[in-house]
């Protein structure tokens, strides 16, 4: 089945928040460094090829996960339709107007392009290359940013006749009063993953290093990798789909009935959002490890042939 997909003139915060992207890298490299260390050196030297050219705050595996969001600031923008998947929640089956998703440009495309870049035969197997630094870059951003399930569709109704850009025009009332945008709440963990001045803001603190270990080393506990034996970790499609239906099961139908704080939904946003980021590691983790395990395996097919 073909679906449908929007993308939107108006590019608002389409971002999972730092914090949520470091985390979820960091869940990754915690992973990798206990169970494939190997994966874990080649992504690591891979991403830090870049770090001269770029402006000194992603340059650890972590803060590379950040790196597709600065460029935006440096007015890279062709690839701003790479960092969701838009599939169309429209209860009512109002007519609605496609954009460039219609033309599969979305997350699933973005990871699936990196994939293919990174395991590319065209240049010798290991050798560095601009683009290959850039796409494990892409690969860390994007299986981070589909674990943010208001990444995954966006919604329609007469209200909403443009669509509500991913939660981005629906508005939730928190406990203090305050009204915040719903993507942003949802971006930011229910405001569990948030930075300031002194904490997780880049480039990283010795201190806040050890802060994203030890809180990463803690989740993976909470939820451990053996949770998920049954899930699919390597077809983004799937991915991209259980983000859609986790946002039409969970997220919207809690903000229909009340739409305003609920401190229920504050909670249960974050424990969902905690357990979405072990998953988006584990996934980012062992799309990694393909990707290494297709240029080992043909690397020995090139060596057997010789
Ligand atoms: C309400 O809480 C949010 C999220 O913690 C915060 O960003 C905002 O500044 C707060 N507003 C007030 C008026 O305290
Ligand atoms: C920054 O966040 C940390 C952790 O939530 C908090 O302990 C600290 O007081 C905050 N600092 C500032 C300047 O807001
Ligand atoms: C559209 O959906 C929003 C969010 O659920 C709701 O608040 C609004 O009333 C709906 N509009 C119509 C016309 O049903
Ligand atoms: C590299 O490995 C992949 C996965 O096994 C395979 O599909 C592809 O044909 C191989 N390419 C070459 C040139 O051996």
């Known amino acids: 089945m073909k679906y449908l997909l929007l993308s939107t003139l108006v590019m608002l915060s389409y971002q999972w928040w730092d914090v949520g992207h470091m985390m979820t890298a960091q869940i990754a490299k915690n992973h990798l460094r206990e169970n494939r260390p190997d994966v874990l050196a080649w992504a690591d030297s891979l991403i830090q090829d870049l770090n001269p050219l770029t402006d000194g705050k992603s340059n650890t595996f972590a803060e590379a996960a950040v790196w597709l969001d600065d460029i935006k600031e440096t007015g890279t923008n062709f690839m701003n339709d790479w960092h ?5 929640m429209n209860p009512d089956g109002l007519q609605i107007k496609i954009e460039d998703q219609a033309r599969n440009i979305n997350s699933i495309y973005a990871i699936n392009s990196a994939t293919s870049v990174l395991t590319s035969t065209k240049t010798a197997k290991f050798r560095h290359t601009v683009f290959k630094a850039e796409m494990i870059r892409v690969l860390l951003h994007v299986i981070g940013d589909l674990h943010q399930p ?8 007469v209200t909403y006749p443009n669509g509500d850009q991913g939660g981005n025009l629906m508005k939730l009332q928190i406990e203090n009063g305050t009204f915040v945008n719903l993507h942003s709440f949802w971006d930011a963990g229910a405001f569990a993953f948030v930075s300031n001045s002194t904490f997780l803001s880049r480039p990283l603190s010795q201190k806040d290093q050890e802060y994203l270990d030890n809180w990463a080393k803690n989740l993976i506990r909470s939820y ?3 949770n998920y034996k049954d899930y699919d970790m390597t077809n983004p499609s799937v991915w991209t789909y259980v983000g859609y239906r986790q946002a039409l099961q969970f997220v919207y139908p809690m903000i229909q009935s009340s739409n305003n704080f609920n401190n229920n939904y504050v909670e249960q946003a974050k424990q969902f ?6 998953v988006g590691g584990y996934r980012l983790a062992n799309k990694l490890i393909e990707i ?15």
């Not at 969701?84 to 169309?88: A, E, I, M, V």
């Not at 208001?150 to 109704?157: I, V």
């Open 84 to 88: 969701y998947t838009n599939r169309p």
């Open 150 to 157: 208001l990444h995954d569709t966006a919604f329609w109704n």
């Open 224 to 226: 451990p990798y053996s």
């Open 273 to 278: 959002c905690e357990s979405n980021i072990a």
């Open 292 to 306: 290494f395990d297709i240029i080992l395996l043909n690397e020995s097919m090139v060596k057997f042939d010789q």
